[in-house]
């Protein structure tokens, strides 16, 4: 099917939450169901998170040493090689981080890099903030459409934006197409806003 009968669905991530790639994987299932196009955008929790005191002091040391590095590295790609090179990346990225473990650190950044044919000179980025405007208004221009009292990740579709859904193993099939149309009727309610409940498992990646 041409991309030119496919419905597009901008997704924010960023790279480092478990939630995010869990979703993003299933999304992919979703493209093999139903007639969409995934577009890749960065989203970034150490922005999102700025100037939040209340959080714990671990979450807040994590995201200062190892949040900002793989969302500059993105968005650095995404501006100098095009935006279709974040889908590829995020993969290689998501894959070492999340289902390999991974440290989140340079040498894992250059192996993604390699991976996708970019080159390791982008992970120079990591401790520069030369990106950062971009990277904000990325950032700005997904949580905008939700709110600031969500994160990562965010979904676009029509006109309609909401965050998640967090979900855990990944619906594959016809079961992550069935998700997808319940998602999309409740996104689409006017006036709704929230289904939750505790989180009662670890995300699981397989």
Wanted: with cysteine; hydrophobic share 40%; aromatic share 8%.
């Amino acid at each position: 099917m041409s991309d030119s009968v496919r419905t597009p669905v901008d997704f924010w991530f960023d790279p480092l939450c478990p939630w995010a790639w869990i979703t993003s994987r299933w999304l992919l299932e979703v493209e093999k169901e139903r007639p969409i196009t995934p577009r890749w955008h960065v989203m970034s929790l150490a922005v999102l998170n700025e100037g939040r005191d209340e959080l714990p002091e671990e979450y807040r040391k994590r995201l200062a040493e190892t949040g900002w590095g793989p969302v500059r590295v993105c968005t650095a790609a995404a501006l100098e090689h095009g935006e279709q090179v974040l889908g590829p990346l995020y993969t290689a990225l998501g894959t070492r981080f999340h289902n390999e473990g991974k440290p989140r650190e340079r040498a894992t950044i250059e192996e993604a890099l390699t991976d996708v044919g970019l080159p390791t000179a982008l992970a120079n980025v990591i401790e520069s903030a030369d990106y950062d405007d971009a990277l904000r208004k990325s950032h700005d221009d997904g949580i905008g459409r939700v709110g600031l009292e969500v994160g990562t990740p965010v979904i676009s579709v029509e006109g309609t934006s909401f965050f998640g859904p967090v979900v855990t193993p990944i619906p594959r099939g016809a079961a992550a197409a069935r998700l997808w149309d319940g998602v999309l009727l409740v996104a689409n309610t006017d006036g709704f806003f929230e289904i939750k409940r505790s989180r009662t498992r670890k995300p699981a990646f397989d």
